[in-house]
């Protein structure tokens, strides 16, 4: 077995047991109220957490200027209540068009 | 009370669209994991079998990127179960969403992603987010792979695709997915900020996954328990 099997032999084991955890769990274990309050809280604030760190950063630095302005473009767009496809087309619009301009 | 719906969940045009809109984005981008592999020198074998049994495309990335760059299998090993520590706290968020008979919970759980997830919390009620849940999950599982295969098989085809902006695209289709709940959640508005502030302050001195991680002490600002 070569190392790059291993590799993903691992990747895959340790994801799916990760993703597993919450449905082996659900209806056997009764969370408290106040905790799943807190799971659905605490996937939108991993959410908004990948959303920032995606926008901005690049293998532990800066990103560029052109992501977070298009993804801006798409923050204004989705706050302004425009629909899905707009949005996510405006921020991919906006980025590419400032690097065809030469902004990185 | 059941409300009088125009449309079934599973048949709303909106969300199929919207869906079909990140499928073909994610496609896009397996397509170019596909082609990043192959070009760095992977067999084809290798970008496909990692998307189907890893699927995840962060993990997948960086995995590749550490073994190309000859960073050795257990750097791309941990640093890939790293990115991927998140899904535990995304499945048992969507547990109830995915259904409980065993294989809705078995395959389901090979579908929590970024995407899967945020599609699922921005709909109201259940049955929407169950069909919202398995529509996105199985819609970008199938779109995904194939762009990958495609990618590994035709190589460079579509050059750097960071031309055409995709990397901003998935951070404005998360900001579009959660800010229905930002709006309706003070708590909320509190918590995430808090929590992607610490996620940013400590991704240049901390290895990647682990600032989303931190996030989560965002928490504490979430507040007392509202009522119900």
Redesign the interface.
Known sequence: MS??V???????V???A??????????RVVLP??VR?????????????????????E???F?GW??????S???IL??SRAP??V???????????L??AGVA | MRSVRRTSPVRDP?LL??VA??CL?SGVVGVSFGAISVAGG?PVW?PV??SL????GS?QFS?VGI?LAGGG?VA??VT??LL?????????????T?G?SWP???V???L?T?ET??FA?AQTGPERRRAAFWLSGVGMFAVWNAGVLAGALAGGALGDT??????????????????P??RQ?A??RR???A??????AV??AVP?GV??LL??T??FA?GR??P?
Do not use: C, K, Q
Request: charged share 10%; aromatic share 6%; hydrophobic share 65%.
């Open positions: 190392a790059t291993a590799v993903i032999l691992a990747l895959a340790g994801t799916y990760f993703r597993l955890v919450g449905p082996v769990l659900h209806g109220a106040r309050e807190l799971l659905s809280a605490g996937a939108v604030v991993l959410l908004v957490a990948l959303l920032a760190t995606g926008a901005l950063t293998d532990g630095g990103a052109a992501r977070p302005a298009g993804v473009a798409g923050g989705a706050w899905f496809v949005v996510v087309l405006g921020a991919a619009v906006t980025t590419a068009l690097r065809a | 909106e669209r919207d809109l990140v984005a992977l290798v079998l990692m049994v890893v699927y995840a993990a995995a073994l299998p791309a090993a890939g179960l991927n520590t998140r899904t535990a706290a995304f499945g048992l968020a969507v547990a109830e995915i409980r809705a919970r078995l389901g759980a090979h929590v970024d997830v945020a919390l960071a031309r055409y902006g995709l990397d901003a695209a998935f951070p404005a289709v998360l900001a579009a997915l959660v800010l709940a930002l959640d708590g909320l918590a995430a900020p929590g992607a502030a610490v996620a940013l991704t240049p990647a600032p989303v996030a989560l965002g928490l979430y328990r509202r119900a």
